[in-house]
């Protein structure tokens, strides 16, 4: 996906935003259950990083952009080149890397797992907004497939306590992690 001039001078964030909807909107992506235009959930995302002490405009860039290689045609090299080596590499991170030719959602799933607990501290943290997101639409409007999706977060967030600690607990507590 390619920028046009007038987008080169917007603030990291808004041309995030811009990237984003454009990307989602491409690909007719809306949000399951809700059927909102699906950037709902990466501002969401954007918003709940933006709560966390430290959060930086690169770590909120790379929030809205964090689905657009996973469910768009956008590329490592398109976010790359319209955003930079850091926030491509954030993008990168929080990108499931397994495929469907991999096995079944339990393989595929701990290969994610194995990738994103590499991740940076700050990618960390963007990826427990992402589950505080996720949780909350899901446990609101799908309670069968909760049961499967927050055991899979449960694992997730063993491998992602080096992410902000608010984030943590108020994650943990949406997937009913004991302290």
Known sequence: MKFSAE?????????????????HASVKQLRKYTNEPYIVHPMEVARIVSTVP???????????????????????????????????????????VSKPEDGNRAHRKAIDLE?????????????????ISNCTSIIDHDPNFAVVYLKEKRAQLAVLTEGDAGLLARAREIVGVEE
């Open 115 to 131: 990738h994103i607990s590499r991740a940076p501290a700050n990618v960390k943290t963007i990826k427990l907004a992402d589950i």
């Open 54 to 96: 430290g959060a930086t405009k690169d770590m909120l860039a790379a929030a809205i952009l964090h689905d657009v290689i996973e469910d768009t045609g956008c590329t490592f090299t398109d976010i790359h080149m319209a955003f930079g080596i850091d926030i491509a590499g954030m993008v990168s991170w929080l990108t499931d």
């Open 7 to 23: 987008l080169a001078d917007m603030d990291i964030v808004q041309k995030a935003q811009v990237y984003a909807m454009a990307a």
